[in-house]
């Protein structure tokens, strides 16, 4: 069974450079369920993607331009997005802010190749 840690402290975690002013943590894990924070900058970039896992998304903090399919939204701390499998969907983020992502199941392709 994979499982990542019980407990998950955020000094503890190490954030991994995506570059282009985006950092992500990758918090508690399981083989159906993922939780991700996503640090941008202002004026950065997620590109426009689509993936198998069910996401749901809890803007943290910052202003983002929110694209899933053909729609279009201003987002900010306090609101949140759900993206169906196989969804196109990406961000450009309008003032410095954090997304707490959820992915169903886990997205094995987050984890050190060690931890697989």
Same mark, same amino acid.
């Given at each position: 069974?994979?499982?990542?840690?019980?407990?998950?402290?955020?000094?503890? @975690?190490?954030?991994?450079?995506? &570059?282009?002013?985006? %950092?992500?943590?990758?918090? *508690?894990? /399981?083989?159906? =369920?993922?939780?991700?924070?996503?640090?941008?900058?202002?004026?950065?970039?997620?590109?426009?993607?689509?993936?198998?896992?069910?996401?749901?998304?809890?803007?943290?903090?910052? @202003?983002?331009?929110?694209?899933? &399919?053909?729609?279009? %939204?201003?987002?900010?701390? *306090?609101? /949140?997005?759900? =993206?169906?499998?196989?969804?196109?969907?990406?961000?450009?983020?309008?003032?410095?802010?954090?997304?707490?992502?959820?992915?169903?199941?886990?997205?094995?392709?987050?984890?050190?190749?060690?931890?697989?």
């Amino acid at each position: 069974m994979l499982q990542g840690a019980l407990f998950q402290m955020d000094g503890e @975690i190490p954030w991994e450079d995506l &570059g282009n002013g985006i %950092k992500r943590q990758c918090y *508690g894990y /399981g083989e159906n =369920v993922m939780l991700v924070k996503v640090k941008f900058e202002a004026g950065a970039v997620g590109q426009l993607h689509e993936h198998y896992h069910t996401q749901v998304t809890y803007v943290e903090s910052g @202003i983002f331009e929110m694209t899933i &399919g053909k729609e279009k %939204k201003i987002i900010k701390k *306090g609101d /949140g997005y759900y =993206v169906p499998p196989h969804e196109i969907h990406g961000c450009v983020c309008l003032e410095p802010g954090m997304l707490i992502d959820v992915f169903s199941p886990y997205r094995e392709d987050f984890l050190p190749t060690s931890s697989i």
